[in-house]
């Protein structure tokens, strides 16, 4: 299907690729267990809410830089809200991807447990912080996307794109809880072994988050080509949200 979205959209094809791999190797394991399918399973199903996560923080940083306000505060700059959270993002990817090949090792499984509730942990506080600046741009009628429909007040299109982050953030949120709650539990505990718990908090949160970018289609909000042009929006501090 041909599409006029910016390139980085292709950060959903590219997850959605890594999941369906993580699920392969996964049932390939059930049979044929060895170390390195092990850690390609985790690996790739590390990623996705990862990655996801990183698509809404770049949604978030392009909402800021085509609104082009002056702002004050650095945490709100596009430059800051990219690479911040992209660094946060890596950093935990990368201690619970360590982490979950060190739990392939029996004399490692401890450490590497240990390592990923970090990960983890680590991926939460930088989630509930995303959550705060999305509600600070919701809130400020300054910050506007240019493209897609727009209902009276202006504004139709930034609450389409920001609730439909709120929504997939607060799936991934869920998501990292659960895998947080699992590694705490530990290797044979309740959690981890229950497989419907991995399927109903795990699986099903990151498919419902495609679900909501399929029926949103963020695309159209943030084409290849840019044509649309803020000229002048502005609005009462009564018609905030």
Known sequence: MKTDSARWFYILVGTAVAESLGYIFRSVCINHI????FICMNLCLLLPPN??????YKVLAE???QSNVSESRFYLRPRFIVWFFFASDVFSFLLQSTGASMTADDDMVASGRWICIGGLSIQLVFLTSFVVL???IMRDPRYA???GDKDGAGKGSKMHVLWTVHATTALIYIRSIYRLVEFIDGYGGDIYSAEWAFYVFDSI???LAFIVYIVVFLGRYFPRKQIGRL??????HTSDI
Do not use: P
């Open 145 to 147: 996307v240019l493209e």
């Open 51 to 56: 990655a996801l996560a990183l698509f809404n």
């Open 205 to 207: 949160m990151i498919l």
């Open 134 to 136: 999305v509600a600070l």
């Open 63 to 65: 909402i800021a830089r």
């Open 231 to 236: 000229e002048s929006y502005e609005l009462d």
């Open 34 to 37: 060895s170390l390195g399918l």
